[in-house]
């Protein structure tokens, strides 16, 4: 048995290879790899939602992020005033507005369905 214990005892340890270029090429990858799927996106989200706060005027039809629909009666800096139903208003956050909805969306949704 000592003789595996000095052929081990003998055997010098490999010289560590310090890392190079290769050696950052894999991290630096995977880092542009993230910010192209992800970063880049959601900014462009970001941008186009900031748009659309800033497009909010009196009489658009909107979704907010809770699914209500409505058209917009009043517009302050941080609220809007919906209009959800005759003679119902609600005040969400500008934040709130999800998307724009085409011109009669609105109305199409309050029409009540013929009855037979």
Same mark, same amino acid.
């Given at each position: 048995?000592?003789?595996?214990?000095?052929?081990?005892?003998?055997?010098?340890?490999?010289?560590?290879?310090?890392?190079?270029a290769a050696?950052?090429?894999?991290?630096?990858?995977?880092l542009? #790899?993230?910010?192209?799927?992800?970063v880049?996106?959601?900014?462009?989200r !970001? @941008?186009?939602?900031?748009?659309l =706060?800033?497009?909010?005027?009196?009489?658009?039809?909107?979704v907010?992020?809770?699914?209500?629909?409505?058209?917009?009666?009043?517009?302050?800096?941080?609220? #809007?005033?919906?209009?959800?139903?005759?003679?119902?208003q609600?005040?969400? !956050? @500008?934040n709130?507005?999800?998307? =724009?909805?085409?011109?009669?969306?609105?109305?199409?949704?309050?029409?009540?369905?013929?009855?037979?």
């Amino acid at each position: 048995m000592s003789f595996f214990i000095a052929d081990a005892l003998a055997e010098a340890a490999p010289a560590a290879q310090e890392p190079g270029a290769a050696g950052l090429i894999l991290p630096m990858a995977v880092l542009a #790899v993230f910010f192209l799927l992800f970063v880049l996106p959601q900014n462009r989200r !970001q @941008r186009e939602h900031k748009k659309l =706060l800033q497009s909010l005027v009196k009489g658009v039809e909107v979704v907010t992020t809770g699914g209500v629909l409505g058209r917009v009666v009043e517009v302050d800096d941080n609220f #809007v005033t919906l209009e959800v139903a005759e003679n119902v208003q609600i005040c969400v !956050q @500008r934040n709130a507005v999800a998307s =724009l909805m085409p011109k009669g969306t609105y109305k199409a949704a309050r029409r009540k369905p013929e009855s037979k």
